[in-house]
């Protein structure tokens, strides 16, 4: 069956314009996570959703990164003003049931703000 | 916050030898997960532990959870080109809710010499 899907897969943006992620869960799956993952480190924390409801948002870094997931399903996470430190793979994972169940990663979304 | 850390960063390794990684955390764990992340790729889930002393086994692979719930290791035996990549744990703070966050360790990248 069809896997956790993300896009777009790579996205270059101008220091300062907003830009949108999106998350495409395995259906079925209840839980939604964001991380982000620099390169050689392991995925850092972000957000996570159960259904449409925002759990967890304490790993977000400050208040330009915001996440939605408005009917339980496809999920955003959007972020304002982007500064080049947010430069990062950004993984969206999903889960049968909470962390009782394996998280299955997408691809990833690779964000590079020049 | 709860700190999840590994040891070694880097795991250089001669085939057919065997090596061993840790995964400790700062808190008690109510469950601890293992991925493995190939080179361009996204973490793939290996297996979850959830008791006290548990010990799983997958093939050249073992895996076993501290008696107090914070530590964790992985062995490999045998080791052959193929497990080249880096492996996470993951860990979920014990706390009332079991549906909590999942906190990745930085990983242990493993390089094997044929």
């Known amino acids: 069956g069809a896997g956790v899907s993300q896009s777009p897969r790579y996205k270059v943006t101008k220091r300062g314009q907003d830009v949108a992620l999106r998350c495409d869960p395995i259906?079925?799956?209840?839980?939604l996570y964001w991380y982000r993952q620099a390169l050689g480190q392991g995925p850092e924390f972000l957000t996570y959703?159960?259904?449409?409801?925002?759990?967890?948002k304490s790993g977000l870094p400050n208040d330009r990164f915001s996440a939605e997931r408005p009917e339980g399903s496809i999920s955003t996470l959007t972020i304002q003003r982007t500064e080049q430190r947010d430069s990062a793979m950004y993984r969206c994972?999903?889960?049968?049931?909470?962390?009782?169940?394996?998280?299955?990663f997408g691809n990833g979304t690779r964000l590079t703000v020049t | 916050g709860q700190q999840v850390m590994q040891i070694p960063q880097y795991q250089h390794v001669q085939e057919g030898e065997d090596f061993t990684t840790y995964c400790n955390s700062s808190?008690?764990?109510?469950?601890i997960q293992w991925y493995k992340q190939r080179p361009g790729g996204h973490p793939v889930f290996l297996i979850q532990?959830?008791?006290?002393?548990e010990v799983k086994k997958q093939k050249r692979l073992t895996f076993q959870f501290g008696e107090a719930k914070k530590n964790s290791s992985l062995h490999i035996t045998a080791t052959q080109t193929t497990d080249v990549g880096t492996y996470f744990c993951?860990?979920?703070?014990?706390?009332?809710?079991?549906?909590?966050?999942?906190?990745f360790g930085a990983g242990t990248q493993v390089v094997v010499t044929p």
């Open positions: 532990l959830v008791k006290s002393g």
């Open positions: 993951a860990g979920q703070e014990k706390t009332t809710d079991s549906w909590g966050k999942l906190q």
């Open positions: 959703f159960n259904y449409e409801a925002q759990q967890d």
């Open positions: 808190t008690t764990l109510s469950n």
């Open positions: 994972a999903s889960s049968y049931r909470g962390t009782d169940s394996p998280l299955h």
């Open positions: 259906s079925g799956h209840v839980s």
